[in-house]
């Protein structure tokens, strides 16, 4: 997969980061993505006059696909323009944040539709026409699945943001550094509550989500944790 819109734990990241006082330079070093996308992404999805909110953006995002998709077609000057940019290697993210006309996935389909015009601009390209590498995720025991739970599967009340102890758990790793953190976020209220993982272990995961939760024990519900292996002791 040669681009990805921001998934919806990504926007979760990023929430998470910024309410930590991460700027958004070390936002994109931790999530791997350009500080510019970063900024890019934080303007676009976030309501007049708020701060950015993960739920938020997902909505802002699904509605603006579903507007782009009814638009007209984008002129055959936008297209120069977007060529000649790459062939000053200007990213993809970088032409759509500058022209402001096309949109970062309708480059990359310009690009990837057409293969004569791929094997053109495929030197210009930074990763240079390579696919985007994905991490083979270690098995997980069938003794740990049956506890897993998949965020749609969790109860419409929970959904709602109507009551308050409602937590989401994520991880965060840095690919540059393998700085690994555990993040938790109180749904109704958006405390954030962070810690810093050494090992990534699903022990010391668990470890220091009691840590984090202790102070705040009479606040705690349900948590609904991302299904990564250092989760599988959640039921613990």
């Given at each position: 997969?040669?681009?990805?819109?921001?998934?919806?734990?990504?926007?979760?990241?990023?929430?998470?980061?910024?309410?930590?006082?991460?700027?958004?330079?070390?936002?994109?070093?931790?999530?791997?993505?350009?500080?510019?996308?970063?900024?890019?992404?934080?303007?676009?999805?976030?309501?007049?006059?708020?701060?950015?909110?993960?739920?938020?953006?997902?909505?802002?995002?699904?509605?603006?696909?579903?507007?782009?998709?009814?638009?007209?077609?984008?002129?055959?000057?936008?297209?120069?323009?977007?060529?000649?940019?790459?062939?000053?290697?200007?990213?993809?993210?970088?032409?759509?944040?500058?022209?402001?006309?096309?949109?970062?996935?309708?480059?990359?389909?310009?690009?990837?539709?057409?293969?004569?015009?791929?094997?053109?601009?495929?030197?210009?390209?930074?990763?240079?026409?390579?696919?985007?590498?994905?991490?083979?995720?270690?098995?997980?025991?069938?003794?740990?699945?049956?506890?897993?739970?998949?965020?749609?599967?969790?109860?419409?009340?929970?959904?709602?943001?109507?009551t308050r102890g409602h937590w989401e758990g994520d991880t965060i790793i840095s690919r540059k550094d393998k700085q690994a953190l555990v993040t938790l976020v109180e749904r109704k209220t958006?405390?954030?509550?962070?810690?810093?993982?050494?090992?990534?272990?699903?022990?010391?995961?668990?470890?220091?989500?009691?840590?984090?939760?202790?102070?705040?024990?009479?606040?705690?519900?349900?948590?609904?944790?991302?299904?990564?292996?250092?989760?599988?002791?959640?039921?613990?």
């Amino acid at each position: 997969m040669y681009y990805n819109h921001f998934s919806r734990k990504e926007r979760y990241q990023i929430f998470v980061l910024l309410q930590a006082g991460k700027n958004k330079k070390e936002i994109a070093q931790l999530l791997n993505r350009h500080p510019s996308t970063i900024s890019r992404e934080i303007k676009r999805n976030s309501k007049p006059n708020q701060a950015y909110q993960a739920h938020d953006a997902v909505t802002l995002a699904r509605k603006r696909r579903k507007n782009n998709g009814n638009g007209k077609p984008i002129a055959s000057s936008v297209w120069r323009q977007v060529e000649k940019y790459l062939m000053l290697y200007y990213s993809p993210e970088q032409i759509a944040a500058r022209l402001k006309k096309v949109s970062v996935q309708s480059i990359y389909n310009y690009l990837y539709q057409n293969k004569a015009r791929y094997e053109q601009f495929k030197p210009y390209l930074r990763r240079k026409g390579k696919a985007y590498r994905h991490c083979k995720a270690p098995s997980i025991k069938e003794g740990d699945r049956r506890y897993k739970r998949s965020i749609k599967q969790r109860p419409s009340y929970v959904e709602s943001r109507k009551t308050r102890g409602h937590w989401e758990g994520d991880t965060i790793i840095s690919r540059k550094d393998k700085q690994a953190l555990v993040t938790l976020v109180e749904r109704k209220t958006g405390l954030v509550l962070i810690g810093r993982l050494n090992q990534r272990t699903a022990s010391e995961t668990r470890d220091m989500i009691i840590k984090l939760l202790t102070p705040f024990k009479k606040m705690v519900k349900s948590i609904t944790f991302d299904n990564g292996t250092e989760f599988n002791y959640h039921h613990a």
